[in-house]
Every structure is written in C-alpha cells, then in structure tokens.
C-alpha cells in the first residue's frame, strides 16, 4: 500500500522561501513519478512540479520555473520541493502524488494521472 505523507507547510512572508517534504512508505522512489500539485480556495488543482524515477528529468509550469525546485532522495525514500521567492498567490494546500506509470513531459500535469496523493500541507505567504 503507497502511504505519502507532506510536511514543511507554514506561514511566510513574500519573498521568502520554504521547503516541502513528501515522505513516502510502502514503495521505493524507484518507479514512475511523483508530482507536487496545489490547490487554492476555490481554484482546480494545479500541478506545480514533477520529477521522473527513470532519468530525474523534471518538470515546472511557467508560473513556478526558476523559483521551485523539485528532488528526491531515494535512500530516504523523500521527495523535496525547494520553493524560493514565495508569492501570495502561491498561497495553497500543496500535495504530493505518484504513479508508478507516469513519465514527466511538457505536456503538463492532470491530477487523474496520478493514482496515489498524500493529504497536504498548507501553504501561506502572507505579510
């Protein structure tokens, strides 16, 4: 059974940063991919971030390249997202998801992709 479990939400000012942790049980790293996805009030749930098992390539939509950075540690069996120069609108519950099918590309992130989810961790950039 795939268990993922975020941690490192909180409150933060703009222009700040923090860092996001997808602990995963019940399965290695080692297969498919695993995303970063957010969700704002009353917005659809975006996906933010994805790194394949296969190669580490990656990928970021326009509104998060060069501020977020997704990795993974296999031995740990956690997957990190490094967010820099927060923005209020970043401002959501993010999630970690995986699918042991799943190839990142630039065609983007659907959440019906992804079989496993965690619950989430709040995000908050505020002054």
């Known amino acids: 059974q795939v268990q993922l479990v975020e941690s490192g939400g909180g409150l933060v000012q703009p222009g700040g940063s923090l860092r996001l942790s997808c602990a995963a049980s019940?399965?290695?790293?080692?297969?498919?991919?695993i995303a970063w996805f957010r969700q704002a009030p009353g917005k659809k749930r975006e996906g933010v971030s994805c790194?394949?098992?296969?190669?580490?390539?990656?990928y970021y939509p326009d509104s998060v390249k060069g501020r977020f950075t997704i990795s993974r540690d296999s031995t740990k069996k956690t997957v990190y997202l490094q967010m820099n120069s927060l923005k209020p609108e970043d401002t959501a519950v993010y999630y970690c998801?995986?699918?042991?099918?799943?190839?990142?590309?630039?065609?983007?992130?659907?959440?019906?992709?992804?079989?496993?989810w965690g619950r989430g961790t709040q995000v908050t950039v505020s002054s």
């Open positions: 998801a995986t699918d042991f099918d799943y190839y990142c590309s630039e065609s983007g992130l659907e959440e019906t992709d992804f079989s496993s």
């Open positions: 790194i394949s098992t296969s190669d580490d390539s990656t």
């Open positions: 019940g399965f290695g790293l080692d297969y498919g991919a």
